[in-house]
């Protein structure tokens, strides 16, 4: 009798619903054929970093304060780049920006979170996870915190809900960062969770406000 590993199809299965949102319509315009290849070694090994980082570090309460979120955000920037360059090495591209992988990790934390959500003890890991961003969120975000706020968040007019597969990172003196609208966005999810009770994290601001 054939004999299966549940875990891993589990896994399989949001990585890929997760690499679908991440690609979605117009929000990569690369090759998306080979992104559902299971025996492509680049394809494995994205999903093996990204089991690594949610498995290893956020189930095992690495970033389970607040207070973790600096470290939290450096893990998350490491291995958006670590994405973004085995993707577009395969592709000979760019297409594959942050903002790809930005939906990538952030719908698969998202999926997990579901898994957990009756357990308190694995729900509060999350706490310091990214909200997805996504042109629902934005506007959402856009609306509620940033519009009024310019002098706290930098000036943005229309451009802070442009398209997020074009986000690209931040680049300074060859170092690559998370991108100024990004962590905006982020900030102000925070200050929006600040002032909603009951809501203790970015996914399960997404999960309140997606519409």
Request: hydrophobic share 40%; proline share 1%; net charge negative.
């Amino acid at each position: 009798m054939e004999k299966f590993d549940s875990k891993q199809l589990v896994f399989d299965f949001i990585f890929v619903m997760a690499m679908r949102d991440a690609v979605m319509q117009k929000a990569y315009n690369g090759e998306k054929a080979w992104l559902w290849d299971l025996s492509k070694d680049e394809y494995m090994y994205v999903r093996n970093e990204i089991w690594k980082f949610i498995d290893n570090q956020i189930l095992r309460g690495k970033f389970d304060h607040q207070k973790k979120q600096e470290d939290y955000d450096k893990e998350f920037l490491r291995l958006a780049i670590d994405i973004c360059n085995t993707i577009n090495k395969v592709e000979n591209s760019k297409e594959f920006t942050f903002g790809n992988a930005q939906k990538l990790i952030n719908m698969m934390c998202k999926y997990f979170y579901i898994l957990v959500y009756n357990d308190e003890s694995l729900r509060k890991h999350f706490v310091c996870c990214h909200c997805p961003m996504d042109s629902i969120m934005l506007d959402i975000v856009w609306r509620k915190r940033v519009k009024d706020r310019k002098d706290q968040y930098g000036i943005f007019g229309k451009d802070f809900k442009d398209s997020w597969g074009n986000e690209d990172f931040l680049e300074e003196n060859g170092i690559k960062n998370i991108p100024k609208r990004y962590a905006i966005f982020q900030k102000a999810v925070r200050d929006l969770i600040a002032d909603k009770s009951g809501i203790e994290n970015g996914i399960e601001f997404d999960y309140s406000e997606w519409e």
